[in-house]
């Protein structure tokens, strides 16, 4: 299999350009079992859930993490912060123009932001070192990305975003990711606390998300495309609370990435925190997830091809109904909800 078996038209009008009102005015297209597809709304999901439900969140929170910096000799370089890699004030990132930008130029914003940039680490990707101060802590720097940073909107999306925190989830929490988990851009504390009064519990999990999800599938064979790896953390609760459930419900295509890996690391004795390249492909056995919320993703990406794993080839199906019906694409765009393919739900 490779990338033009995921592909389709969508047209440019149906990418959502800008976040709903209400965010659980959404529309959701509900394909869970034989009695599907039928369309609702986000506000419709606690009708939808009870008693043995769980529903999994990645709480993430995106960093202000797009940089628009000063050379010492007057050029314009932009940043884009994609995830610390441990070491003091020293992210990956990319860097445009990087080919005029060689290791050891120093940039600026504000007077009180410094980055030098270092090596090359392939695919465009360089090490950066961020200094905001005499002291530099982690604090100032993220007081610093808060001051200077924008949000990192995908390349799709052109319109200004009046409200940064409508690209954050009302549940996120540690900002890390260079990109939201767009599934739960939809969910409420409304619709949170009815589900769990229908009886539902809910967790969370955090998967620090990469712009490397987004990116298509360029080979001509899913086995040689590489997945970069992404930091994740399943609290044992969450994996417990998964073992528990009669229903296990991600929200987010992250979700389920972090829950199926920390599935797998458990089997082989490993702890909750850890990265994972697992590429979720047609064939993929999994452990953990039943049911699907997520939105419609772009032609050629990984999150499709995980998606084919999960529903099979009906998800074609359903993208067509969704545009047939007027659904608004990707980050900012309506969502599905979907159960796993089993053997008697395969669909020709």
Known sequence: MGPDDFAY?????????????????ARLLV??????????????????????????????????????????????????????????????????PSRRVPPGTRLSAGGDLTVTVGEDMGEGRRKVLLEAGPRSGPDDVLAALQRHGEMPLPPYLHTRLDDPERYQTVYSQRPASAAAPTAGLHLTDEVLHACTAAGAIVERLELVVGLDTFRPVMVNDLEDHVMHSEA?????????????????IAVGTTTVRALESAHLASIRGEGP????????????????????????????????????AFV????????????????RFLSFGDAMLVGRRTADRIVA
């Open 9 to 25: 038209d969508l047209p440019d009008d149906r990418i959502a350009q800008v976040p709903l009102e209400d965010r659980s005015s």
């Open 31 to 96: 394909d869970v079992d034989d009695s599907g597809p039928y369309h609702r709304h986000i506000g419709d999901l606690p009708g939808m859930v009870g008693p043995g439900d769980l529903l999994v969140l990645n709480d993430t929170r995106v960093l202000p993490a797009r940089l628009r910096m000063t050379k010492e000799t007057g050029g314009a370089v932009e940043i884009l912060l994609l995830e610390a890699t441990g070491e003091t004030g020293v992210w990956e990132a990319l860097v445009r």
């Open 232 to 248: 994740y953390t399943v609290p044992e609760a969450t994996l417990e609370a998964c073992r528990s459930a009669d229903r296990v």
């Open 273 to 308: 925190s850890a990265r994972t390249d697992l590429f979720i492909r047609p064939g993929f056995d999994f452990g953990v997830v039943d049911v699907l919320l997520t939105n419609y993703h772009l032609p050629r990406s990984t999150l499709l091809v995980m998606l084919e």
């Open 312 to 327: 099979g080839p009906r998800w074609r199906d359903l993208y067509s109904l969704a545009l047939t019906e007027g659904y």
